[in-house]
Each structure stands twice: as C-alpha cells, then as structure tokens.
C-alpha cells in the first residue's frame, strides 16, 4: 500500500516483483530496485509478499513501512 503526503494510498496487487518470480533457496535472497509515481516527493509504503516454499504451501512476508522519498529531496 503505498500513500503519499495528501494521504492518497493505492493498493498494488499482482504476481511477481517486477514481472519477475524468483525461486530463493534456503540462506539466500532476492534483491530488486523499483519505482512509484506519486503527487508528492515523500510518502511511505508498506504491505506484504505472499511467498510459496517448493512444498506449494503459502505465507505471507510482511513488509514493514518505509518511507519513500524522491531523489532530488535527498540532503
């Protein structure tokens, strides 16, 4: 969910992370660089991956908020 500064929140539902759905074995990770259009330079983002282990069993990965922040507002 991601909500800019006008507290405007949309809710982005899909499969993958960025048209990509990784296989992360055991110990390992995944890392991605990503975007978002928002109104205002600042804003946050929060939510939650569902994830499926190789047994086909689901869960979810809470993503805890974070704040997003346009590079030119960077000190």
Do not use: R
């Not at 928002?38 to 569902?50: I, K, L, P, R």
């Not at 908020?65 to 030119?72: A, D, G, K, R, V």
């Amino acid at each position: 969910i991601i909500t800019d500064e006008k507290d405007q929140t949309k809710e982005i539902k899909g499969p993958g992370v960025i048209g990509e759905q990784p296989i992360i074995k055991p110990g390992l990770s995944h890392t991605y660089s990503s975007g978002v259009v928002m109104e205002t330079a600042v804003g946050t983002m929060a939510g939650s991956y569902q994830m499926q282990t190789l047994d086909g069993d689901t869960f979810d990965a809470v993503v805890p908020t974070f704040t997003l922040i346009q590079p030119s507002k960077l000190h």
